[in-house]
C-alpha cells in the first residue's frame, strides 16, 4: 500500500490543526496537496508531528486502514 508516512487529513484533523496553528506564534503555512505545513512555528510542527504520528502508531497502518479496511 501507500507509505505509512503520507497521510491525508480528514476535516476534523484540518479544523484541529488550524486552531493549533493559530494560537502559536508563526502563522505562516503554506498547503502541499492538502497538507497544512507551518513554516514560522516550531511548537505548530511539533504539534503535527505528533497528531500525525499518533494515529499510524495505534493502528501500525494509520489512514490506509480506516479508508480501506478492504484492503488489509
Request: charged letters at 20%.
Amino acid at each position: 500500500m501507500a507509505n505509512n508516512q503520507i497521510k491525508l487529513l480528514t476535516p476534523q484533523e484540518s479544523a484541529s490543526f488550524r486552531r493549533a496553528r493559530n494560537t502559536v506564534s508563526g502563522r505562516r503555512t503554506r498547503t502541499c496537496g492538502g497538507q497544512l505545513f507551518a513554516q514560522t512555528s516550531f511548537k505548530a510542527e511539533r504539534i503535527m508531528r505528533l497528531h500525525l504520528g499518533a494515529e499510524i502508531a495505534m493502528t501500525g497502518q494509520g489512514h490506509q486502514e480506516r479508508f480501506h479496511p478492504a484492503i488489509h
